[in-house]
Each structure stands twice: as C-alpha cells, then as structure tokens.
C-alpha cells in the first residue's frame, strides 16, 4: 500500500462522517503520490500524516436572542489547519449545512489554495449552522455580535484573519468587526472584506469573481480562445455569481443563467446584472423575481437542470458537489469548451474525471477561485502599511496573481502528471511550497 494510500485509510476511519473531508483530502493524496516517490525527505519528515490533521480546531457555541425575545443556540467553528506559510487565512460560512466536515474540507483546501497565491497566508475556514435567510437585520447583527464574542481571543492579524465566504458578505463582516474592535480596544486588520471606510480594499467584493473570469481567460488562451463571444452559464447568485457575470461581459462573453437553491434563470438575450445586483445584493430575494423584470427570461425549479443549458464555458459558483457526473456528460454532449470552479470544490469527482476525459479545459477551485482569498492578502497588506490602493493598482495584482497561479498550476502539470491537468498541478504546486516550510522549521505540530 502506497503512504497516501494509507493515510486515507486512517481518516477514513477516522473521519468516517466527514465525507467532504476526506473527498477533497483524497484528490491532493492521488496528486502528490508522484512527488513523494522523488522526495523521501519529505516523506521522512512526516508530512503527509500532519498536512492532514488541522494544528488546531476551535468548536463553541452561539448564543443569542431572536425578536420575539426567545433565545437562541448555534453552533460556531473555526477549523485552523496550517500556518507553516502564514497566519490561517479563509473565510467564515454561515449556512443550515455547515458542519465539521464541512469546515475541515474548506479549511484544507484554502491551505493549498493560499499557498498558489505566492502570498504568506496559511490555511483556515470558520462558520457557523446559523441561516440568515429570513432573519431580520437585527437578528442578523446580534447573531455576528454573539459569534465574534466568542471568536475574537483566537484571531488576530499575525494569527488568524478570516472573511466572508456563503451567507457572510460586507454587512455580516460589519458587525463583527464592530464587536472585534469593541472587545480588543485595538483597530486592527483581523479581518478582510471590511468596507471601504474601516480599512477594507477596493476591488475585494469583485475579486473572486473577476480572478475566476481572469484565469479561465489564461486556460482559454492555451487553446488559442478568448472568452469574447462565448455563451457562459454561471451557478450561483452570490458574490462569486455576480462578479464572474460582471467580468464575463466586460469581457465580451454572454452570460444566459443565473441560480440560487430554489431554481434557475435562462434569459436568451444574456442576464441584465443590474437586475441581479438590485434583487440579491439589495433587496435579498430569490433569482425567481428576476422574471418581474425581464418577462421573455424563463424559470426553473431546482437547481441542476441549470447544466442541461448548452454553453461554451461553465462556472459552477454556488456550493460543493453542485456539479455530478451526469451534468457534466451533459455540458461535454453540449461541447462545452472550458470549466473553472468559482465555488469550492463544486464538482463531484465523476465530474472532474469526465471533463478530463474528454479534453475539456478545467480550472480547479483551489487555482480558479483564489483570487478573493488573494486579494484579502492585499487587503491585509494595506492594513499593515496604513494605506489604500486604487481599484485599478488591486485589480492588476489581482491578474498578475491569476496568471501566476495558471503558470504555477501548468508547470506543476507538465514535470508530474499531464500538462492539461491542472487540478494536479494546482495540487502539486501547492503542497511543495507549504511541505517545503514544514521540513524547514523541524519537527513542531
Ligand atoms: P453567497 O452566499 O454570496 O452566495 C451563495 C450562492 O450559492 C447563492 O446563490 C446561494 O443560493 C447558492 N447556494 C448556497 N448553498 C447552496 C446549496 N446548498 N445548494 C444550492 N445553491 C446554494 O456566497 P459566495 O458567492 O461568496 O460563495 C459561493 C461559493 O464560492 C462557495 O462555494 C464559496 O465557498 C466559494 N468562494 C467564495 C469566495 C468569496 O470570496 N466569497 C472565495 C472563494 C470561493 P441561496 O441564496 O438560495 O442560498
Ligand atoms: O474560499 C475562499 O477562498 C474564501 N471564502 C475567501 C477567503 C478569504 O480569506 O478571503
């Protein structure tokens, strides 16, 4: 049995309910095999054993009080999983799912992903099984209140920074710095995707989005193709869903669908954003009311059918194993030319086997996505300095990181595996430099 082999079969057993986890722990297993037969240095100091266990996991509980003056009692989680690179830097997600698993699979990831950034960010993710939807602004506010009066001694801006991720955007990290500032006495840059008037960058709420339209431009051009004049189809309408849409237009491509958790919307004539931006950012309602503004646009219930769309280019941007294998025959029947993650690992394995198969361009989460938690690093480098960049001087970091990150990714892919698998050359790329930093510093956790 090969060392991979056996360290999945030890979580396995161990983390047995956790199958998020130990999915995205076997794909960086599968892909890093090839490396630790050449390095026997890494192997003897026992990295893959401890990059698999999070340094520490932090579990507490919420409690606070709805408007009708009934308590109420959430759980809350920060999983902080490697800081040989950095500080544990990722996002917090507050959703009814969120569980361990589920923040042990998103703070693994990010220890990869941040790595590919070439920033000094270790790897961390935090949440809470709180839902926001249908809470009142206060509600809201109090819940932030109660999750950062527990969080605030674990983190700090030499320690652990985290930002938003599903159900946490500008106005959830409002009130929790508020409370962070409050109980440290200190303004410090503990968190990212502030708002622009207490310390936040321009460009961070359009990052993620943009650097997923940025990379997929990189894959594209290795086949001599551009994102001018192709149909997309993005999942999600999120953060990451509005600003890929955004950036795919600016581009020259035509977004035709939109989603959230209750269904899907195909306008022929491409999305109208300001629509989008107005019901989701503004007003919080669902992508149906979409069709009170643009009545020739059509609606689905559910949210899968969104893949049966033919499209040139697919951006998956709604949540984790949104994507099966079944889409993905579909978008491959459709001859869909590229796929770039904008959610975390939003295709299942079958999925990813599939685009591969068939020679589909295909941007894993941890290179495709990377760009918001990259630009959060830019964030927290304006903090340290006491100054602001301009939106374009963000934005042009933000490319040069995504092109890089493509590079990394192909480079990676061309000395170890295929030079078109970039989900192992993202993987590859990322370990080495963390591993690397853990055989350097000794035998510590
Ligand atoms: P948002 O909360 O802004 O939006 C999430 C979107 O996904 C909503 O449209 C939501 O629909 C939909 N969604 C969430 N959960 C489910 C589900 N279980 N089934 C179907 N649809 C679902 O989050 P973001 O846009 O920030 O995040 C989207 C994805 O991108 C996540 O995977 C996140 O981890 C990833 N990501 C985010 C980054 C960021 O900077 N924000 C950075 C890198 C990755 P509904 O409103 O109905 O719940
Ligand atoms: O998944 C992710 O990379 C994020 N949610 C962003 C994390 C961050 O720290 O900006």
């Known amino acids: 049995m090969s060392l991979s082999e056996s360290v999945l079969n030890r979580l396995r057993h161990q983390s047995a309910h956790e199958p998020e986890f130990l ?57 902080q999983f490697n800081s040989a690179i950095g500080p544990y830097k990722g996002g917090l997600r507050f959703h009814p799912s969120v569980n361990l698993g589920i923040i042990k699979f998103l703070g693994f990831e990010q220890i990869f992903k941040n790595s590919l950034t070439g920033l000094a960010m270790g790897g961390g993710k935090g949440g809470s099984d709180f839902d926001p939807k249908g809470k009142s602004e206060g509600e809201v506010m109090r819940f932030c209140q109660a999750f950062m009066s527990q969080l605030w001694r674990h983190i700090g801006p030499e320690t652990d920074v985290p930002a938003g991720d599903i159900g946490v955007g500008g106005r959830e990290i409002g009130y929790m710095y508020g409370t962070y500032r409050q109980i440290t006495n200190a303004f410090w840059g503990a968190l990212t995707g502030k708002g622009l008037t207490y310390g936040g960058s321009l460009g961070r709420t359009e990052a993620t989005g943009y650097g997923l339209c940025y990379f997929t431009e990189e894959m594209l051009e290795t086949r001599g193709e551009m994102v001018r004049g192709k149909t997309v189809v993005i999942s999600g309408s999120g953060n990451v869903a509005i600003y890929a849409t955004e950036k795919v237009h600016q581009l020259g491509g035509v977004v035709v669908a939109l989603s959230d958790s209750n269904g899907y919307i195909y306008d022929p004539d491409g999305i109208d954003l300001q629509v989008v931006k107005q019901l989701k950012e503004v007003e919080r309602r669902r992508i149906k009311d979409y069709l009170n503004y643009r009545p020739r646009a059509k609606y689905e219930e559910g949210c899968s059918g969104i893949w049966n769309i033919k499209c040139d280019i697919a951006l998956p941007c709604a949540t984790q194993n949104e994507l099966d294998g079944q889409a993905a025959q579909t978008l491959v029947n459709n001859k869909v030319l590229a796929v770039a993650e904008g959610a975390n690992m939003p295709c299942t394995p079958e999925a990813v086997e599939i685009f591969q198969k068939n020679k ?77 930093a853990m055989k350097a510093q000794g035998i510590t956790f």
Do not use: C
Not at 393 to 405: G, S, Y
Not at 411 to 432: H, Q
């Open 360 to 436: 589909v361009l295909f941007g894993p989460a941890k290179a495709a996505n990377a760009g918001g938690v990259a630009t959060s690093g830019l964030e927290m480098a304006q903090n340290s300095m006491k100054l602001s960049w301009t939106f374009e001087e963000v934005d042009a970091k933000l490319k040069e990181i995504m092109r890089n990150i493509h590079k990394k990714a192909r480079e990676a892919a061309k000395e170890y595996a295929d030079p078109d698998d970039l989900v192992a050359g993202a993987n590859i790329a990322g370990f080495l430099k963390v591993a690397e």
């Open 23 to 79: 999915q995205a722990v076997q794909e960086v297993l599968e892909s890093v095999e090839k490396v630790l037969v050449k390095r026997p240095d890494l192997v003897e100091a026992g990295i893959l054993d401890r990059i698999v266990e999070p340094e520490k996991v932090l579990m507490f509980r919420v409690t606070w009080v709805d408007d009708h003056g009934k308590v109420q009692v959430n759980r809350g989680y920060r999983v």
